[in-house]
């Protein structure tokens, strides 16, 4: 031996060794060399490392050891005690790490722990390497993957490929220990005869793979792959089991193909016992200026008639096309899109792919800045309710909205200007052209008191032009054939007061409120709506300037509003109500509905209520009460009681408007109830449902009858840290077209890392 030292040595390479590195590529081999010049370095006496050092090249390398020892005659270093060779973000840690330089190989005994590029790590009593740093025979090995997957085999050999060939391995997800730290057998695992580690490709491909499942062998995964870097690999994902009324029994399965980095593509199957295969595609594509994808099912089946609901067509085709993307061109400037229809108005609920009653497809173009905003955009709808007329939806195209806060103030105030354009064009119904341009200024200030005052002033001028206004049913809605202006002004003062103390053993805040609007009377009735036809007084705009959702409907005149904020806050308990109400200097009847709140120069009371108990309880009430004999008008509640787990959801809705003139402000009362039970350490039932409890006399357009169950759902599930699966039973009790009521059957399950869903 040519001599050794204790203790704790570091070395990095110098600025100056650089070249040969990047040409060699062999950071370990570095870092020996390194290593067994440290010794040298401190005896001041000249090594064979040293005149390797002078040769070397690359990135800095540091290395960590408590012995150092060098034999002159094999060449052969070997460091002891904590090792640690480190290189940008690879590193190896072992007991003792021992170096032929003549033969170029490396071997690392006691446990071992090896970091390669991408994060992910290998343990082992010992490994064998070679001076690229790459690994070689194996035995006992485990392979901790960076996306969280765990890889172990009984040995493991390097071929001349460069990849490393793994025999009897497993691959799981699960973890292999518990809380405490005690192992415990994980849920599923994948066994397999052999498994090739591509390191470099950051790929590990499975021969002769099956999934087992609490120990039980149940499925073969031909073909199967997984990347080591958490990305997709192409396969085949877990297929879905469905009965259904209508569809009978139904197998689907998907391919996922990974096409590159930013783009894939997913292609399904699905087949029916009952009727025709349907197929499916899935394309995403991520750019450098945004992302986008394209969604797309066909097939062929009967299909009942949208009115009546009876005997279809044989073999009429039909699908669902779904696009949308967003793309950012500049920090500024940005587009939205979305391209959603539907073959007919049941393709949709007839395979249980969405329950939504209409489709939106949009365009819109935006720019952004600190100062405005821009947007230009167009829509079409296509609705899917059975008893609509889709030529009375309209088309917008173009719809603008441009705005812009001047820099500086006016009389202490902010200005914001605004233009906005929109044209409704339809099929087989009224038209309608809109443009108007407004400026707004705002003031706000906080007295001596602690009074906060805000002062708006709004100047407005509209102009519409409308055609074929017989065509919509709603006499209200339809305005004046032509063109026609309108002339908008109003001005508000809001006062807030305040008021912080100390009461139940925690902190109250008072807060009364009291406005004032005035707006001139305006041509309301002279203009069409379109944008502001469902209206109701609520909390959530007792104190809006205009009460009318959009633009075509103004709230003018003269009104006070008062209301009152009080809230408690201590730990683990949250209390806030809001109550308020509203005085008309004056009658407002030709705009507001009877039964809305609005109409009268005294309106109803409105309030909400929210109560939250840490996080256990959660309540929110929110109410119109009658101000002639208090009667609910609307009665709003959502409660969830529960923890993650185990909780229990009911949310309640009663209308009681008794307006029959308006079809968009018919009344309704409907229950919705969710809920699950956590049983065992992982398992679990749930269920939901969702009723309609409205009769004839609310809802005059509906033949409805009190108590009708609308969905209830009930199921069974088993959710680990790397597993799910359950069963569930949903019946539906409305048929629409051939979407018939009845039973679906389901069963769902799901694998981490894995792939699949």
């Avoid at 949009?362 to 079409?380: F, H, M, P, Q, T």
């Avoid at 709003?636 to 402000?665: F, M, P, Q």
């Avoid at 108590?707 to 790397?722: K, L």
């Amino acid at each position: 031996m040519s001599g050794g030292t204790s203790g704790s040595a570091r070395f990095s390479t110098k600025p100056g060794w650089r070249a040969a590195a990047r040409r060699s590529a062999s950071p370990l081999a570095l870092l020996l060399a390194a290593a067994s010049a440290a010794p040298a370095l401190a005896e001041d006496a000249a090594s064979p490392a040293e005149d390797l050092a002078e040769s070397m090249a690359g990135e800095v390398i540091d290395f960590e050891a408590e012995q150092l020892s060098y034999d002159n005659e094999s060449d052969v270093v070997t460091a002891r005690g904590n090792v640690v060779l480190r290189s940008k973000d690879r590193s190896v840690r072992a007991d003792e790490v021992t170096w032929d330089r003549r033969a170029g190989s490396i071997l690392a005994n006691g446990n071992v722990r090896l970091v390669d590029d991408s994060g992910n790590q290998l343990f082992t009593e010992s490994i064998a390497l070679n001076d690229q740093f790459e690994a070689g025979a194996m035995a006992d090995l485990l392979i901790a993957l960076r996306a969280g997957g765990r890889l172990a085999a009984r040995s493991a050999a390097r071929s001349e490929d460069g990849t490393t060939i793994l025999t009897d391995a497993a691959y799981t997800a699960c973890a292999i220990s518990d809380a405490e730290g005690c192992a415990k057998n994980p849920s599923w695992r994948i066994t397999a005869r052999k498994v090739i580690y591509d390191q470099s490709a950051n790929r590990v491909r499975f021969q002769g793979a099956m999934v087992e499942l609490f120990g039980a062998r149940i499925l073969p995964l031909p073909g199967l792959a997984l990347r080591t870097d958490g990305k997709a690999e192409s396969g085949f994902l877990v297929p879905d089991f469905r009965i259904t009324a209508v569809n009978g029994i139904e197998v689907s399965g998907e391919y996922y193909w990974r096409l590159g980095d930013n783009r894939d593509l997913k292609l399904g199957a699905y087949v029916f016992s009952s009727v025709a295969p349907m197929a499916s595609a899935q394309w995403r594509h991520l750019t450098d200026k945004g992302a986008y994808q394209i969604t797309g099912f066909v097939t062929a089946s009967d299909r009942a008639s949208d009115l009546t609901g009876g005997a279809g067509f044989e073999n009429d085709p039909r699908g669902y096309l779904d696009a949308n993307g967003r793309f950012q061109f500049t920090p500024e400037w940005s587009l939205t899109g979305s391209i959603r229809v539907a073959s007919d108005r049941t393709f949709l609920r007839r395979y249980d792919l969405s329950r939504e009653d209409r489709l939106r497809s949009v365009v819109n173009l935006e720019r952004i800045d600190e100062k405005s905003y821009l947007s230009i955009a167009g829509w079409a709808t296509q609705t899917l309710r059975i008893i609509a007329d889709q030529g009375q939806i309209p088309i917008a195209l173009p719809a603008m909205d441009y705005r812009r806060l001047v820099d500086d103030p006016v009389l202490g105030g902010r200005i914001q200007l605004q233009a906005n354009t929109l044209a409704l064009v339809r099929t087989d119904g009224q038209d309608t052209q809109r443009a108007f341009a407004a400026a707004k200024w705002d003031l706000r200030r906080m007295t001596g008191l602690g009074q906060v005052v805000t002062l708006t002033a709004l100047l407005r001028g509209d102009i519409y032009n409308t055609q074929d206004t017989l065509s919509t049913i709603t006499e209200v809605y339809r305005g004046r054939e032509g063109w026609t202006a309108r002339g908008v002004a109003t001005g508000a003062i809001d006062i807030e007061w305040p008021f912080v103390g100390e009461a139940f053993g925690g902190t109250q805040v008072l807060k009364p409120r009291v406005q004032f609007v005035a707006s001139p009377q305006t041509r309301n009735l002279a203009i069409p709506n379109e944008d502001s036809r469902a209206i109701d007084l609520e909390d959530s705009n007792l104190f809006a300037l205009n009460r009318f959702a959009g633009y075509d409907r103004i709230e003018d005149g003269a009104r006070i509003t008062w209301g009152l904020d009080w809230e408690l806050t201590r730990p683990g308990l949250r209390v806030k109500t809001t109550i308020g109400q509203f005085y008309r200097l004056e009658e407002q009847n030709d705009i507001f509905p009877v039964g809305t709140g609005l109409p009268d120069r005294v309106s109803d009371f409105v309030g909400r209520t929210e109560v939250r108990f840490g996080n256990l309880v959660s309540l929110t009430h929110r109410y119109r009460l009658d101000k002639d004999n208090f009667i609910m008008r609307r009665n709003e509640i959502d409660a969830a009681v529960g923890s993650a787990r185990t909780y229990l959801e009911i949310g309640y809705l009663r209308l009681n408007r008794n307006i029959t003139t308006v079809e968009d402000l018919a009344d309704r009362e409907e229950l919705r109830a969710a809920g699950r039970i956590a049983f065992g350490r992982n398992w679990s039932v749930f269920g939901s449902g969702i009723f309609s409890l409205s009769s004839a006399e609310d809802n005059p357009f509906f033949a409805l009858d009190g108590f009708e169950p609308i969905r209830t759902r009930i199921g069974v599930a088993y959710q680990d840290e790397c597993m799910e699966f359950g069963a569930t039973f949903r019946r539906d009790f409305v048929t629409a077209g051939d979407a018939l009521r009845g039973n679906t059957f389901q069963i769902f399950f799901a694998l981490r890392n894995l792939g699949f869903r």
